[in-house]
C-alpha cells in the first residue's frame, strides 16, 4: 500500500502544479472562443529578432490591460486558419522566462517599473504552444522614458477588447486615469483593499490604545484587533487542538473594521497555550446520496479568501514553538488554491469516499484525554477523516 510523506516542499510543489494546470484550463477556454480579447493576444509564431518593437509593444499593452488581470500572449496559434494550433518546438525564435526577463530590463522604464513576465509551455493534444503571461500589477501605468524601436516615450499604450493602442498615438485620458488609479488603489472597495494590505503585515503598527490591536500605517482607517475573555464561556474542543502539544482551548474574536465599520469578524484562537494565534478553519461537510446517514465533516482554508489572509498575517515564523504550532495547525486542514479546485475536489471526495481505505495507512491520532462530557471517539474519527482527506487532496492534484 502506498505510503505518503506530508513534507513542505512536496506540498508546494504539488500546490504549483495545481496553479499551472488552472493556467492550461483557462488557455483552452479562450482558444476555443476562436476570437482575441481584452487581456489575450495570439501569435501565430513567436517575435523575430526584427520584431523586438512589436514584442516590447504587446507586452506594455498586456501589462497595462483595463480588466486588472493577468494578461497571455499565446504563441503557436493561428487565427487565420480556424485557430489550428502550430507546435512551437521548432522555432528558432523561441524564448524563455529569463530571455524574456532580461530583454525587458534592458529597457528604459518610467520609475523603473517594468512588467513581471514568464513564459510557459503549454502541452495541448495538437502540439506544444508557448504562453508569455504578463503578471497583473498595481504599477500601472507601465511606458518608456527612452525610445525603442519606434515605440514611444511617454506614450501609455493600453489593450483595449482586442486591439491595442496604435504605437504612433497614447490612450485616451479616461484610460490612462484607470490606470493611474489602479496604481494608487483607488479601484478597490474597503474589502479589496484591506486584502491587499494584509499581505504586507511589516506595515502594521501596534495601535497605543491595545497591543491587540493594529492599524495599517499608510491608511491608518483600516485596523485589526482581537479580543480575549478567558471568562466567556467559551471552552469547547476541537479535534485540531490536540495535535498541539498543549490543547487546552482559548477562543478569541478578531474584528477588521474601516474607520467604525466592522468590515469582517472572525473567530481566533489561541494554539498552544498561547505560542501561536490565528483565525480558525471554515467548516463543510461532503453528503452522499446513496448514503443517507452518511456525511464527512471538514475544515479548510481557501487562499486569497480573508480569512486565509488574517490566519498568514498572524503568523511570524520564529523558527521554533510558534512554527511548530502553526505547522500542526495547517497539517489539520485543508488549504485549497482557489474555490475551483475546493469544489472539484469535493466531487472528486464524493467518487472515491469508498476507497479511503486505501489513503488511511500509517495514521498517527494524537493522545487525547478522556475529557468529561465529550465522546473522544468523535475526536479521533474527525482526525483521522481530516488526514484521509489531505491524502486525497494530494493524490487530487496528481491527477
Known amino acids: 500500500m502506498k505510503e505518503y510523506f506530508f513534507v513542505k516542499v512536496q506540498i508546494g510543489i504539488i500546490a504549483e502544479r495545481g496553479v499551472f494546470l488552472k493556467l492550461i484550463d483557462e488557455i483552452e477556454s479562450l482558444i476555443d472562443m476562436h476570437?482575441?480579447?481584452?487581456?489575450?493576444?495570439?501569435?501565430?509564431?513567436?517575435?523575430?529578432?526584427?520584431?523586438?518593437?512589436?514584442?516590447?509593444?504587446?507586452?506594455?499593452?498586456?501589462?497595462?490591460?483595463?480588466?486588472?488581470?493577468?494578461?497571455?500572449?499565446?504563441?503557436?496559434?493561428?487565427?487565420?486558419?480556424?485557430?489550428?494550433?502550430?507546435?512551437?518546438?521548432?522555432?528558432?525564435?523561441?524564448?524563455?522566462?529569463?530571455?524574456?526577463?532580461?530583454?525587458?530590463?534592458?529597457?528604459?522604464?518610467?520609475?523603473?517599473?517594468?512588467p513581471v513576465v514568464t513564459v510557459e509551455q503549454v502541452q495541448l493534444k495538437d502540439g506544444l504552444i508557448d504562453v508569455i503571461v504578463v503578471h497583473n500589477s498595481t504599477n500601472t501605468p507601465y511606458f518608456l522614458k527612452e525610445k525603442y524601436k519606434g515605440v514611444f516615450a511617454n506614450n501609455i499604450y493600453v489593450r483595449l477588447q482586442d486591439s491595442n493602442t496604435p504605437v504612433d498615438k497614447s490612450a485616451d485620458f479616461h484610460q490612462i486615469e484607470y490606470l493611474w488609479k489602479k496604481r494608487f488603489g483607488m479601484l478597490l472597495s474597503p474589502i479589496e483593499k484591506v486584502k491587499l494590505y494584509l499581505k504586507k503585515s511589516k506595515h502594521w503598527e501596534n495601535s497605543p490604545s491595545s497591543k491587540d490591536k493594529k492599524y495599517y500605517k499608510y491608511a491608518p482607517e483600516f485596523t485589526i484587533e482581537h479580543t480575549y475573555e478567558p471568562d466567556d464561556g467559551r471552552e469547547g474542543y476541537e479535534y485540531y487542538l490536540f495535535a498541539q502539544t498543549d490543547s487546552r482551548p482559548h477562543w478569541c474574536e478578531i474584528r477588521i473594521c474601516y474607520h467604525q465599520t466592522i468590515l469582517a469578524e472572525f473567530d481566533g484562537v489561541m494554539l498552544d497555550g498561547g505560542r501561536y494565534f490565528t483565525t480558525t478553519p471554515n467548516r463543510n461537510w461532503i453528503y452522499f446520496a446513496e448514503r443517507h446517514n452518511l456525511?464527512?465533516?471538514?475544515?479548510?482554508?481557501?487562499?486569497?479568501?480573508?480569512?486565509?489572509?488574517?490566519?498568514?498575517?498572524?503568523?511570524?515564523?520564529?523558527?521554533?514553538?510558534?512554527?511548530?504550532?502553526?505547522?500542526?495547525?495547517?497539517?489539520?486542514?485543508?488549504?485549497?488554491?482557489n474555490e475551483k479546485e475546493h469544489q472539484k475536489f469535493r466531487t472528486y471526495v464524493e467518487k472515491n469516499w469508498n476507497k479511503?481505505?486505501?489513503?488511511?495507512?500509517?495514521?498517527?491520532?494524537?493522545?487525547?484525554?478522556?475529557?468529561?462530557?465529550?465522546?473522544?471517539?468523535?475526536f479521533q474519527e474527525e482526525y483521522s477523516n481530516m488526514q484521509i482527506l489531505r491524502r486525497m487532496l494530494e493524490a487530487f492534484r496528481e491527477e
Not at 485557430?83 to 529597457?107: C, E, H, P, S, W
Not at 468529561?372 to 468523535?378: H, K, L, Q
Open 356 to 378: 479511503k481505505n486505501e489513503f488511511a495507512n500509517d495514521i498517527r491520532i494524537p493522545y487525547m484525554d478522556q475529557l468529561p462530557g465529550y465522546n473522544m471517539n468523535v
Open 35 to 114: 476570437q482575441e480579447g481584452g487581456y489575450w493576444d495570439f501569435k501565430r509564431e513567436w517575435y523575430g529578432n526584427n520584431k523586438d518593437g512589436d514584442m516590447l509593444i504587446d507586452i506594455i499593452c498586456m501589462a497595462n490591460n483595463l480588466v486588472n488581470k493577468d494578461a497571455y500572449i499565446i504563441i503557436g496559434v493561428d487565427e487565420e486558419n480556424n485557430y489550428a494550433i502550430l507546435d512551437v518546438t521548432q522555432d528558432t525564435n523561441r524564448r524563455n522566462t529569463q530571455m524574456l526577463t532580461d530583454f525587458i530590463r534592458g529597457k528604459k522604464f518610467a520609475g523603473d517599473f517594468r
Open 295 to 337: 456525511n464527512v465533516s471538514y475544515r479548510y482554508m481557501v487562499k486569497g479568501d480573508l480569512n486565509y489572509l488574517v490566519h498568514e498575517f498572524y503568523y511570524v515564523d520564529d523558527g521554533d514553538e510558534e512554527r511548530h504550532a502553526h505547522d500542526k495547525y495547517e497539517e489539520c486542514i485543508l488549504i485549497f488554491e
